[in-house]
């Protein structure tokens, strides 16, 4: 079955970009890779979704290199109210195409 | 507004009893989750259905049943054989096997 990691947290300050990456092995080679912001108390909420290279929408970017073993979620310039917890989600390969999330990287950003 | 609704937002569960746990969605998607999450931990899967009136297990199913007997609406049912059910639980849809899933604001349920 794939597998996803990612760190357990990390600490950042305002107006700094942070890079948040995801390890993940047999994962689906033909589906997307996908990220999610999560605050206390609520349901986790979309943010980028991609296949490969780079994506980027106006939150922030994905970057996916070509051997698809990790993908590197981008927030420019936080603000303390992107203190969260990111999740990446990928789709295990074959026909088992379960969902596998990471256990989620606790941003803490600071004044 | 389009969207996926959970209801209540808190809950109790008494020893021995059943509580059950509303999942609605009108954003005509196929695919339903339940999740659930322990403080500090990330997402469990407890069950998923890919379309009505069929849904599997997923990894933690034990002490749960669910039913999807409507496209909208897939309830969560916690019974009393679930004997650690303090937890928050999360809802999910999604259109199709993407990884793009739209999320409740979860249900917490407590034990009294």
């Known amino acids: 079955l794939a597998k996803t990691t990612q760190p357990i947290s990390m600490d950042s300050y305002e107006g700094q970009e942070v890079n948040i990456t995801c390890s993940h092995n047999?994962?689906?080679?033909?589906?997307?890779i996908t990220w999610y912001q999560q605050f206390p108390s609520q349901g986790p909420r979309f943010i980028i979704q991609?296949?490969?290279?780079?994506v980027t929408n106006e939150v922030a970017s994905l970057f996916i290199p070509a051997d698809r073993k990790s993908s590197t979620l981008s927030l420019p310039r936080v603000s303390l109210s992107d203190t969260a917890v990111y999740y990446c989600l990928a789709l295990n390969a074959g026909n088992n195409r379960k969902l596998i999330w990471g256990l989620g990287t606790s941003l803490a950003v600071n004044p | 507004d389009g969207g996926i609704t959970q209801s209540p937002k808190y809950l109790f569960r008494k020893e021995g009893q059943n509580v059950t746990l509303s999942c609605e969605q009108n954003?005509?998607?196929?695919?339903m989750y339940w999740y659930r999450q322990d403080p500090g931990q990330g997402l469990r899967l407890i069950y998923y259905?890919?379309?009505?009136?069929?849904?599997q297990k997923g990894d933690i199913a034990e002490g749960y049943s669910v039913s999807r007997e409507k496209k909208e609406s897939f309830p969560l049912t916690v019974t009393s054989a679930q004997k650690n059910p303090t937890a928050f639980y999360l809802c999910?849809?999604?259109?199709?096997?993407?990884?793009?899933?739209?999320f409740g604001s979860g249900t917490q349920l407590s034990v009294l």
């Open positions: 259905s890919q379309i009505v009136n069929d849904f």
């Open positions: 999910a849809s999604s259109i199709n096997q993407s990884g793009k899933l739209f």
């Open positions: 991609g296949y490969k290279t780079k």
């Open positions: 954003l005509n998607h196929d695919a």
């Open positions: 047999n994962i689906a080679t033909n589906d997307y």
